[in-house]
């Protein structure tokens, strides 16, 4: 059963302390998303990768996250340094191709983060 | 003012029900309109997807989209409690750059009883 696998599930952290989630994409998806999911906003695209180059992310604060995709196998994100406002549910996504004519984007379970 | 509007609910129901799931949007590049379910503390998966105005169904559920009004909707039949969860509506535009933007809405919680 493919699926798009999140590490950590939860991560609870102080202020100021670096926070890197991991994401392993549907094996053969060459696209990439790191959403971020609040009460308020409601699910935000912060990335978007495709065959490992960044194509788009300009919904993320460029002065504490970044993103890479080191190999086809492993997406990144991080957050340096954390703040309480980040604290929300990140999300990747994978689907292959474009994603066009209904390709499925499959998403993961979630990293829940909490910054105190 | 937000691409796409979608009321947050909750939206209760008893069993059986029929549910209408609604959004609104203010894009006209908008093309590709989709349904995701998420349950409680799992990620977002597709239930429906439609490019055209007009209906379409699937077993229990029926898409609706009415380009002229910017307006989408989704009817679930015979409501049953294992469709207690968040709905989120979402919109696709291919850009001129191969990019393809993709908007949420924030989700209407639905919860059904039995």
């Known amino acids: 059963d493919a699926r798009v696998t999140q590490t950590p599930r939860h991560k609870v952290t102080e202020m100021g302390q670096e926070v890197t989630m991991r994401c392993q994409p549907i094996?053969?998806?060459?696209?990439v998303f790191w959403y971020r999911q609040t009460m308020m906003q409601g699910l935000e695209l912060l990335a978007y990768?495709?065959?490992?180059?960044?194509?788009?992310d300009s919904g993320m604060p460029k002065d504490r996250f970044s993103a890479e995709m080191p190999d086809a196998t492993l997406a990144t994100l991080k957050i340096q340094p954390s703040e309480p406002r980040d604290s929300a549910v990140y999300f990747c996504?994978?689907?292959?191709?474009?994603?066009?004519?209904?390709?499925?984007?499959?998403f993961g379970e979630g990293s829940w983060l909490t910054v105190v | 003012q937000k691409e796409v509007e979608q009321d947050p609910g909750p939206l209760s129901v008893p069993e059986g029900a029929i549910v209408s799931l609604n959004c609104t949007y203010s894009?006209?590049?908008?093309?590709?309109f989709m349904w995701y379910r998420q349950y409680s503390r799992k990620g977002p998966e597709l239930l429906m997807y439609?490019?055209?105005?007009g209906n379409k169904e699937d077993g229990r559920f029926t898409a609706q989209v009415d380009k002229s009004s910017k307006y989408i909707s989704l009817f679930i039949r015979d409501s049953q409690p294992s469709d207690s969860a968040t709905y989120l509506c979402?919109?696709?535009?291919?850009?001129?750059?191969?990019?393809?933007?993709?908007?949420f809405g924030t989700g209407t919680r639905l919860l059904v009883s039995p």
């Open positions: 996504a994978s689907v292959s191709g474009q994603g066009l004519s209904g390709n499925t984007i499959y």
């Open positions: 094996l053969g998806h060459n696209t």
């Open positions: 990768f495709r065959n490992r180059a960044p194509l788009d």
């Open positions: 894009n006209s590049a908008f093309q590709y």
């Open positions: 439609t490019y055209s105005s």
């Open positions: 979402a919109m696709r535009q291919l850009m001129n750059t191969g990019f393809q933007k993709l908007v």
